[in-house]
């Protein structure tokens, strides 16, 4: 629980609220500004508004001249994504509802879904190890002592959801918002997760364990069997928790660095996907006791399963290894090294499960065809499988400036238009697109057709007179010149660095991109 604080989540800024009304004919908008902010207007129907509003917005329009309003806001450090506020039509009862501003792109939606599968997943894998299994026959044993039915089985996978939703929750209350968005790429806190998942790693080695203390559960566990009612399955939860914190830690541990950067429901989101796979057979189990009989035996094999999750433990912590590489400059994790690590992780399961269960071969078969497919790599090959994790891949044969100023004056001298590319090195979706986009061969031709820019936002490196690093500069030309603060964001300008299209964001279809491209 020490650690918990350096799994803080950045919340998603909301500082401008909308609300709308119709009047006769006509919609009142009313946007109010958070102290401290601006708001611009980047489009609403056929209007223009060149000035920055504070405080407050309020327009009456036509109701058939009603538009969808683009807008994004701005304080003294940064400007939020542009977002877009469509008004709701009447109700049934006449009353109109406000509108609400559209705050997830389908990329952040994505990321959603993923960060509640890989909880799902989390789930799965934390039943199987010797902290969880050999407690579901205990808890059922608890249940039928008790008298309990699926009332109760429901009422105990229930409060394991709310456990562990809270948990989530809790993470995401505790902490501010727009500061720790730089967690994500500062060196100390990279380290930190990287040295708090190696520790994991070692944990399910057997080096040592993650407990908390035995007197938690020992008082829980007497308290529920003295108490009755829903108070008594809650605090039996409660002794779950604390039971199996040694092997479900690292998990959830895992899980909520995974989540650092991302938006304000990941840890919530992450959460409910562990609770409900984990939650899933203690209920299960609990309705229908006698499927015990035919459950597996607790053994060697749930052993088996925590030294391979250690191996994966041990490949993961080197993605916040290499954020912090990067971004310092230290050049201790080249991707040839990257994925030489990555190679003896996945060849160590191999060698360790090769000789177990037929179960085992099977899995330690599929690692050394990964371990094998990853060899490539050690001389260029993209192994796109771990583009999100590895450090990006240098592309040949493409010029790259890295300096806006300098790309844009190579711009002017050669009449070529400009591909500025606000990139990071903490950026996983920055890595897929480079392995699946721009490292394709028709995407590279049409890029020869213009200076590339690239500019990483979390560059802590060559900091001028003022102490300001490049990556901030970056950062605030993104801002204060596009408007967005979101990374991939990819602009096309001309010679004289003006846009000629709409920016665009991350994806993973490269048709979508070269039609994106004029040139």
């Known amino acids: 629980m020490a650690f918990l604080p350096l799994f803080a989540m950045a919340q998603m800024v909301e500082p401008v609220k909308w609300s709308g ?48 309003i683009r807008f994004n806001a701005c304080d003294d450090k940064m400007c939020t994504a542009p977002e877009v506020w469509a008004y709701s039509s009447l109700s049934a009862e006449g009353a109109s509802p406000l509108g609400e501003a ?18 799902l997943l989390g789930g799965l894998l934390a039943i199987f190890t010797p902290c969880v299994w050999p407690i579901i026959p205990m808890t059922v044993s608890f249940f039928l002592k008790k008298g309990g039915g699926i009332k109760d089985a429901v009422l105990y996978g229930l409060s394991i959801i709310v456990l562990y939703v809270g948990l989530g929750l809790l993470v995401t209350l505790l902490f501010g918002a727009s500061a720790l968005n730089e967690m994500s790429t500062n060196a100390v806190v990279n380290i930190v997760f990287f040295l708090i998942l190696v520790i994991f790693a070692l944990s399910f080695f057997g080096l040592f364990e993650i407990t908390l203390p035995d007197s938690w559960s020992t ?16 605090l039996m939860a409660f002794t779950l928790v604390i039971v199996s914190f040694s092997c479900t830690g690292p998990i959830i541990g895992t899980l909520l660095v995974e989540a650092a950067g991302k938006s304000l429901l990941t840890p919530t989101l992450g959460m409910l996907g562990f609770a409900i796979a984990l939650a899933l057979p203690f209920s299960l189990f ?5 499927w015990m009989k035919s459950a597996p035996k607790s053994g ?4 088996s399963f ?33 994925i030489a690590i990555w190679i003896g992780c996945f060849a160590g399961i191999g060698i360790y499960l090769i000789r177990k269960s037929w179960v085992g071969k099977i899995i330690a078969v599929a690692s ?46 050669t009449g070529k238009p400009m591909l500025v590319d606000f990139t990071g090195y903490g950026c996983v979706n920055c890595r897929k697109m480079e392995a699946f986009v721009l490292a394709n061969d028709s995407v590279k031709a049409h890029i020869q057709n213009y200076v590339f820019v690239e500019l990483y936002v979390d560059d802590r490196l060559d900091k001028d007179a003022d102490g300001e690093s490049e990556g901030n500069e970056n950062s605030r030309l993104q801002r204060e010149r596009f408007g967005s603060n979101a990374q991939p964001f990819y602009v096309q300008l001309d010679s004289n660095g003006q846009l000629i299209a709409e920016p665009i964001a991350f994806t993973t279809d490269p048709i979508e991109f070269i039609n994106w491209l004029k040139y």
């Open 102 to 119: 559209s705050s997830l792109s389908s990329d952040d939606e994505r990321s959603l879904w993923i960060i509640f599968l890989l909880g």
């Open 219 to 234: 008082a829980l566990d007497s308290k529920a069997r003295s108490t009755g009612g829903f108070l008594s399955i809650l």
């Open 368 to 413: 050394f065809a990964f371990a094998a497919y990853l060899v490539p790599g050690l001389w260029g090959a993209p192994v796109k499988a771990i583009s999100a994790f590895a450090p990006p891949m240098e592309i040949e044969g493409r010029e790259v400036f890295y300096d806006y100023e300098e790309g844009l004056a190579y711009a002017q001298q």
């Open 21 to 68: 009304e119709t009047v006769g004919d006509s919609v009142r908008i009313k946007a109010t500004i958070e102290p401290g902010w601006h708001m611009n207007i980047i489009e609403f129907g056929e209007r223009e508004f060149d000035q920055e509003f504070a405080d407050s917005f309020v327009i009456t329009v036509a109701a058939s001249e009603m538009a969808p």
């Open 286 to 290: 609990a309705m229908f006791p006698e």
């Open 300 to 303: 060697d094999w749930m052993t």
């Open 306 to 338: 925590k030294v391979t999750l250690a191996f994966l433990e041990l490949a993961l912590s080197l993605k916040f290894l290499s954020v912090a590489d990067m971004a310092y400059g230290w050049g201790i994790l080249p991707r040839w090294l990257f």
